[in-house]
């Protein structure tokens, strides 16, 4: 199976801060990786598909990048309601894999 | 809009078998535009992948509970359900259902349901 390592597992930030979580893959997925939202209690929310895709709706402060192995969640200018957890996700081989989650605090 | 709705017991024996179903409102299970999911979350075990289906019953599972997991299809009732055999304390999980954002089991999932606490416990 491929493993999903995210960084850092949780982080403390400001409104208004830009932040940047990293996962990464333990092999070669091209650009099959896509990230998630969840709030405390709530189900995960698809943000970004396929490593650069704005799910409809997403604000465009939400980018992504990444291809192969490395890939980045950006969130430019944090909003209250970003603060929460994030979770990349493999869909590269038929065994789907999460990553183990970013958890952003409010500093 | 959308909307998946998980019911079932909150409480399962330790080897017994946990069964979940997903009701579907606002769209058909019985479309050929997309595959449905199961995932579970646990503090140690993180967001898990437990399987997936099409409308027309074509099945793909996690390799590491394939033995012991079933997910099928009713369209009469618009509902998609999970049986886990013999279950573990390991079990204990919220358990989502959810929609992928297209007709491959490897498209994200785009709609969830809210999710449901099992607990796997004597």
């Known amino acids: 199976d491929i493993q999903m390592t995210q960084s850092p597992s949780s982080l403390s930030a400001s409104v208004g801060d830009t932040v940047t979580i990293t996962c990464r893959a333990s092999q070669n997925i091209d650009t099959y990786l896509n990230w998630y939202q969840q709030r405390p209690g709530k189900a995960p929310r698809l943000l970004i598909y396929v490593a650069t895709n704005l799910q409809n709706g997403v604000p465009s402060r939400f980018s992504g990048r990444g291809s192969g192995t490395d890939f980045t969640l950006t969130i430019s200018g944090l909003q209250p309601e970003d603060f929460a957890s994030y979770y990349c996700q493999q869909s590269y081989s038929s065994f789907l894999t999460f990553g183990g989650g970013t958890k952003m605090e409010i500093k | 809009q959308l909307q998946l709705q998980e019911s079932g017991p909150g409480l399962v024996r330790p080897s017994e078998t946990l069964s979940l179903t997903c009701t579907v409102s606002?769209?058909?299970?019985?479309?050929?535009?997309?595959?449905w999911g199961w995932i579970r979350q646990s503090p140690g075990r993180g967001l898990e992948w437990i399987g997936s289906i099409y409308y027309n019953g074509i099945t793909y599972y996690n390799p590491s509970l394939k033995s012991r997991v079933s997910i099928s299809v009713d369209t009469s009732k618009n509902q998609f359900s999970l049986k886990v055999n013999s279950v573990t304390a390991a079990d204990t999980a919220v358990y989502f259902c959810a929609r992928h954002d297209g007709s491959s089991y490897l498209r994200p999932f785009e709609y969830w349901g809210q999710g449901t606490l099992v607990i796997a416990s004597s």
């Open positions: 606002g769209g058909s299970v019985n479309n050929m535009n997309y595959y």
